[in-house]
Every structure is written in C-alpha cells, then in structure tokens.
C-alpha cells in the first residue's frame, strides 16, 4: 500500500511538471545539472544561531560568502530576488507575480499525458519596470540561453487556497521562466502543501511530496537547471512581517528553526542526489522582509568548480567573499561552458583561497554593514550642522567686525581649530575603519571620530606653527591615505561614513563619489599649499605635477579607482589648476583640451581594463560591451540614470542644505571687506588657483557623476576651511621674518 501511494505521488508530481514544446534539448559543452537553493530572508546569523548541519556542511565542502540582494529599489521584494537570479542582472517584480496563470493543455505527440506549459503571471509588468530601469534588462535571460530545462519548485503560498492574486508564492517560477513567461517545467501546486495549524498561515511543505519532484527532476535530466524553494521560510518571514514585529523572539524562535530546518533536510536530499560535476548554488534572495533594516544574505557554492575552504567572489564586486544576485545566472552558464548574453550584467562567481572562519566572518560583515548604513546618516548629518553653525558663527563675526577693527585672537583661534576640524573629519572616518563599530555602538563610534580629529588636529597644531603649514599636513595627510588605500584594496573605503557600503551595493572596491571629491580636493590644496608654501624650490612645479598625474592614474585605473566620472572631473580640474599655479591664464581653448584630454585618458583606462581577465574588469568595460552590444542608447540610458538620480539627491540629500551657506560664507570670506578679493589674489595667487580649481571640479564632479550635491559639498568642506585660514592670515598682524606672502594667525 505504502509503495503505491508513493508511486501515486510521484505521478501527481510529474504531472504537475510543465515542459515547453521545444526541440528537443541539445546536449551543452558541460552537461550537467545546476541547482539553485532559495533561502528566503535567511542570515549568516540564523546560521551561527541553529547551525543547521547539512549547510554547515557545505559550507565547508565549497566556497562561502555574502549575497549583496540589492536590486534597483532600495529593499528586495521576493518577486525581484527570484526575477534577479534568472535574469542575470538587477530587475525589480511587480506587484501581480507569484504564480502560474494558465496551464496549456496541449499535448503534442510522444509528450506524456498531463504534461503541459506554464506560463507565469506579472510578465508585462516586470517587463515594463525593467524597460523603465533602463539598465537593459531581460527577465528570464537564464532560461532563454539555455537548451536545457529549467524547473521551478516548491511553493511559498501564504495558506491553502491561496490569497489572491492565485499563486502568490510560486517565487521559483520567476527565475526559471524564459524571456516569453513559460516555464519548461514545474511542480509549483498546493499538492505540495500539507495542513498544520502551528505552522504560519496554517500549511507546511511535505517533505516526501516535494522529494517525489525532485525525482521527476533528477530522474529526467542529465544537464537541467532547478530553482527550488521549501517554502516554509518564505511564509515564515511573511508571517513575521504581517505581526509587526522587528525582531525574532519567543514562540517565534521555534518557529524560525523548523523553517530553516526543513530547507536544510532538503538541502541534504539534494546533496545526496548530486554527482561530483553538478553545481549547487545555496542563496539568499532576499532580506528579511520583516527587519526594519537591509541585510546581507548567504552565498554558498559546492562543485567541481569550487574547491573546499575557498571564499566566493566575482567580477561585479571585485571584492572577496561577496557576490550579487545578478551573478547567478552568469555563474550557471559558466559552469556549462555557455557564453553569458549582453543583456546580463551579472558575472560568473569564483573562489579563490581564504583562512577566514566563515559563519563568524559573514556574521560580523553583516552585522558591520547594518550598523554603518544605519549611522552613516546621523553622522553625516552632525557634520553637515556643525559647519553650517560654524559658518552661520562666522558670517555674524563678520558682520560685527566690519564695525570695529578685525577679529578677537580668541575668536581668531577657534575658527582656525573648527576650519582645520572640518578638514580632518573625512579622514578619520577612513582611519576608523580599522575599527568594528557594531561592537562599539552608535555613542562610542562617534566619540572615536572626535577622538581621531581631534588627534589629527592637535597633532598639526604642535608640529606646524603657521596655520597655512597646519592645513597643509592636514590635506596631504588624507590625500595619502586615500592614496595607499585605493592602491592596497580599498579596505578602508567599505562599510565607513564617507565610504560605500555591500547592502547598498553601488560600489563594492575603488573610489566611490564621496572618495573621489576627498581624494581630488586634498590633491588639488595640496599642490597649491606646496606651490604657495616653497614658490621659490624649482622642484615645486615638477612636485606638483607628479601629485596631480599619480592622483589621475590612482582614481581611473581599473587595478585601484576605476572611477570613470572621477577622470573626466579630474583631468579638466587639475589641468585648469596647473595652468593657474604656472602663472598663465586660462582660455576657452583651455579648457577645451582639458575636457578632451579628460576623454583620452578615460580611452587609455578603457584599452587597459578590457586587457584584463574577464573577471578583473571593471565597470568602465562593462560599460563599453553594453554600449557595443546594445548601441549608443545604452550609453543614452546610463547618462539619464545618472541625472535622474542627481536629482533625486538634490532634493533629498541633508548636504543641499550645506551648499548655500558654505558658498556664502566663502564669498563673505573673499569679498568682504571691498577689495579682499584683490588683496587675496595679489598676496596668495597660488592659493587662489588651488580654489578656482577645487570650484571647477566641484562643478565637474557633480555634473558627471550621480551623487549630486554631495560632490562639491564634500569639496566646499575643504575649500571654505582654507579660505578661511587665508582670511584669518590676512587680518593678523605680520610676524618677524617671514615675508609678507607668509602671514599667518598667531597661535
């Protein structure tokens, strides 16, 4: 009796299997099978916490890491993790996917009866937001560059019937379908579910029903490709969202562990039923729906592409033991010796050696990653308002000092320590880097911060008696730092204030926005304070212009910045400002052959990335094949992208309301009292220059890259702190010995 429910089960199951009326599959260069695991909203935490054998396991039998789920919005949805992993590059779902909408009948001869096509609901939808997104996108590329099948299993309904719309749930049919929503073949129905009052929203998956599908699809294929999610963790997380509660505690504990369980038995039953040369993929597709904040996932890879003990990593982010969602696709044809299509932007995975201890490694990036995403705003913040107080402070002395004579040595002292404070915030955010926040908390980071400035600030102010000298250590200070850090890996730029960060995944390695304004406006002051500081050395001129190329080629090369808007702001900046610290001035002409210049060396970056391995290239190559593939309107698309999201930043970014104080303090600074301006550029020529250029690359910075306002709000905090000094430098009385050009504040 037992043996003929199971071989009435196994019927239903294969039944339920939808296979497309195509020509019949050609074998690949690698026929093998490929299996990708969903672990919905599961957290390398949730592995330290249960430890879960057969994931433990292999996790040291292939190659780890943490999933960076980030799609085009802000959180993943599941419709958009799941869209993601099949498409090959970043797609957001919509709103009415989940679930099969018609079953095709057909039955063409030699199919077995009650095979038939499934064809997925929302297709136009995603469609749509993808062509809207204008990254290129095309749902179900996977499938569609494949001969082999590509199934869909399990379901994550949210209760038997299902909610409407019908379906809701299904998620694996968005990453298996092809570019036209057919699905080859699924076993995606609520024969899959069993009733259980404990469970969340009433139903279970049953464990022998779901293995009955897998032997539909290791028993008919030889080299298919299998999307498979268990389904309790995907209700599980829901459930959680629907009660409102941010954190998993009490009953609710028990009921994670059966969840993460029951996907970690079939993770065993898969592992049992895979050959050597098959790839299993286990992957978090999304956050935890119901965390107040974005998180990390798991990334787990064994085959016989990836040896044990190793790390992931792939050319999306360049970084060790992080990969995308976008690289999945990319990674399943890899492993079948197929060519990845233009329209995935995702790249293959790879392993590569690492001592690391894996689950207490992924947890802590993880739990790092959060932290700084959730200060990053309040610290930004305090320092946007510290200056603008600072300023607002200024403009009122200022307008009391034009009734008496000049300014207080008092007053005088402070505005010089809050100027050069200013100046050593952003590197101390790098130098805290070295640091776990998380384990810090919110209070102590931001006391360490202070802490670092202050040392940076006071260290200056012992060694440097003039205040010129002071900022001058100050900026060359930070230029090298940012300097060896590009060049050695960029540790220093992931997860801190002024860096970028894996959850929010638009720079993984390199110079981001924030850095490149850090690294181009120290470059720019520093040159200037030397040429001001030794005008009369004749290695000044050569000094200077070596800072400036070595600043250029560390910012744009593929192997340290690969920062494409960085060069073409940088060229045309430094070029103007080199031309100002010579002496001569500036043309139309000029900056002409800066711009085109600036072009030129982006060309030569371009020559030297697409030399490089497929999986060392960078985003300025990807950029190139995608405009090569799909035309000039891709580049079109990625020029839009980068205005429309400056204008998102404009209108919402805190640092807007920094602009237009810090601009008129400068001006206040530079033209107040009538003929400051004059007297600036008659005793300070060279510091002068060093501003105009830090203005142009302010304007050039915002224009190229999508950061917006940022930009030249980061490069006016150092810009108003040297006018300042200067301002400050020509209201004290000269001091014995040094020449007039040589005036300073007394300390």
């Known amino acids: 009796m037992a043996r003929t429910l199971r071989v009435a089960r196994t019927f239903v199951a294969a039944s339920a299997l939808a296979l497309v009326t195509a020509a019949p599959v050609q074998a690949q260069e690698n026929c093998s099978r490929s299996v990708v695991l969903a672990l919905p909203g599961v957290l390398w935490s949730d592995i330290q916490r249960f430890e879960p054998p057969n994931i433990v396991q292999a996790v040291e ?73 204008g990254y290129g996108a095309r749902p179900g590329a996977l499938s ?6 590509v199934y869909a299993i399990g379901n994550g309904d949210l209760g038997r019937p299902a909610p409407a719309p019908i379906g809701f749930g299904r998620w694996t049919l968005l990453s298996a379908m092809s ?56 209700r599980f997380d829901q459930w959680v969202m629907a009660l409102g509660r941010d954190e998993i505690t009490g009953d609710l504990v028990s009921s994670q562990r059966e969840a993460l369980m029951a996907s970690d038995d079939l993770l065993g039953d898969l592992r049992d039923r895979m050959e050597p040369d098959d790839l299993l993929l286990v992957v978090s597709p999304t956050s935890p729906s119901w965390a107040d904040e974005a998180h990390l996932g798991v990334a787990v890879a064994v085959g016989s592409d990836f040896e044990a003990g190793t790390a992931l990593e792939s050319a999306s982010t360049r970084r060790r033991s992080l990969v995308t969602l976008p690289d999945v696709a990319p990674t399943i044809l890899g492993h079948l010796g197929i060519d990845r299509p233009p329209v995935m932007n995702g790249r293959a995975i790879v392993s590569h050696p690492s001592s690391d201890p894996p689950v207490a490694t992924m947890t802590a990036l993880d739990d790092e990653s959060v932290f700084i995403d959730e200060v990053k705003g309040p610290m930004s913040a305090i320092f946007v308002l510290f200056q603008v107080m600072v300023y607002v402070l200024l403009l009122l002395l200022l307008v009391r000092r034009e009734r008496r004579e000049g300014v207080g040595s ?30 810090l908390g919110g209070a102590a980071f931001g006391a360490l911060l202070v ?78 304070l030397i040429a001001y500081r030794f005008s009369d050395r004749p290695f000044t001129m050569p000094l200077i212009v070596a800072l ?36 001569r001035k500036p043309r139309l002409r000029t900056a002409v052959v800066a711009g085109v210049a600036g072009v030129v060396v982006l060309g030569l970056f371009l020559i030297v990335d697409l030399a490089l391995p497929a999986e060392s290239q960078t985003h300025l190559a990807r950029l190139y094949e995608d405009t090569r593939d799909r035309g000039f309107g891709a580049l079109f698309d990625t020029i839009e992208r980068k205005a429309t999201a400056n204008l998102r930043v404009f209108t919402s970014a805190i640092w807007t309301y920094f602009v237009p104080p810090a601009l008129l303090a400068m001006v206040f600074l530079l033209r107040r009292p009538s003929g400051r301006w004059q007297q600036f550029a008659f005793d300070y020529p060279k510091l002068r220059a060093g501003l105009i250029g830090g203005l142009v690359l302010a304007v050039t910075g915002f224009a190229v890259n999508d950061s917006g306002i940022v930009i030249p709000a980061v490069i006016l905090s150092f810009l108003v702190p040297m006018a300042l000094l200067v301002h400050l430098s020509m209201d004290a009385p000269p001091l014995t010995g040094p020449p007039p050009a040589r005036k300073e504040v007394p300390a």
């Open 61 to 133: 039998d292939g190659a780890w890491g943490s999933m960076s789920v980030r799609t085009n919005a802000s959180r993943t949805s599941l419709a958009s993790g799941f869209v993601t992993m099949g498409a090959g590059a970043r797609v957001d779902g919509g709103v009415t996917t989940g679930g099969p909408v018609v079953y095709e009948t057909s039955n063409p001869a030699g199919r077995p009866p009650g095979i038939s096509d499934v064809r997925v609901a929302g297709v136009e939808e995603i469609e749509r937001i993808a062509e809207d997104d």
């Open 410 to 439: 008092t007053a005088a002292r402070t505005l010089q320590m809050c100027g050069l404070a200013v100046v050593a915030f952003p590197v101390s955010t790098y130098l805290a880097g070295v640091v776990d926040g998380h384990a």
């Open 144 to 149: 569609g560059a494949l001969e082999a099948p």
């Open 451 to 528: 802490a670092i400035m202050a040392a940076l600030v006071l260290t200056a102010s012992t060694v440097f008696r003039n205040s010129l000298d002071r900022l001058l250590a100050l900026v060359a200070f930070t230029w090298l730092v940012v300097a060896l850090d590009l060049v050695t890996g960029s540790m220093l730029q992931l997860n801190t204030v002024f860096g970028y960060s894996p959850i929010v995944a638009g720079r993984f390695v390199g110079a981001g926005n924030i850095v490149f304004a850090v690294f181009g406006v120290t470059a720019l002051l520093t040159g200037a």
């Open 179 to 234: 570019p036209e929503g057919v699905v080859d073949a699924a076993a995606t129905g609520d024969g899959l579910l069993a009733a259980d009052d404990a469970a969340p929203y009433g139903v279970r998956t049953d464990p022998e029903r779901l293995s009955d599908a897998l032997d539909a699809f290791f028993g008919a294929e030889d080299c298919g490709v299998a999307f498979v999610d268990q389904g309790d963790l995907t």
């Open 548 to 583: 400036l190329l070595v600043t250029i080629v560390i910012d744009g090369a593929p192997a340290f910045g690969s920062d494409v808007g960085g060069v073409l702001a940088l060229v045309p900046a430094l070029g103007i400002t080199l031309v100002l610290l010579s002496g």
